[in-house]
């Protein structure tokens, strides 16, 4: 069974700075693109940033400039580096993985992000 594990959200003060982690099972197979999401209450899931297999990155305007997507392919890991974070960056956040083989979607479960004084 492919599970997408993701870790590190919690509750951060305005400026500050997390982390975030997704491993996923190597059962998956090839890989295609990596992402994170977020989803804010009241509103629509949106694209945060995703990386390819060859690593470029893509990014939303309102994160441009303070979050950083990797991965590590020994580790499959795909992590958020999320720097001067704003009130409006709260949300959850979700990894997302699109497989080679038919472009299927898997979703982790979601982690917390709440940034507020």
């Known amino acids: 069974q492919v599970q997408l594990v993701e870790s590190g959200g919690g509750l951060v003060q305005p400026g500050g700075s997390l982390r975030l982690s997704c491993s996923f099972s190597?059962?998956?197979?090839?890989?295609?693109?990596m992402g994170w999401y977020r989803q804010a209450p009241g509103k629509q899931r949106e694209l945060v940033a995703v990386i390819t297999s060859s690593s470029n990155s893509n990014y939303a305007d309102s994160v441009k400039g303070r979050f950083t997507i990797s991965r590590d392919n020994a580790k499959n890991t795909v992590y958020l580096e999320m720097n001067s974070l704003k009130p409006e960056d709260t949300a959850v956040y979700y990894c997302n993985v699109v497989r080679t083989l038919d472009f299927h979607n898997f979703w982790g479960q979601g982690t917390q992000v709440t940034v507020s004084s």
């Open positions: 190597r059962s998956i197979g090839s890989i295609h693109t």
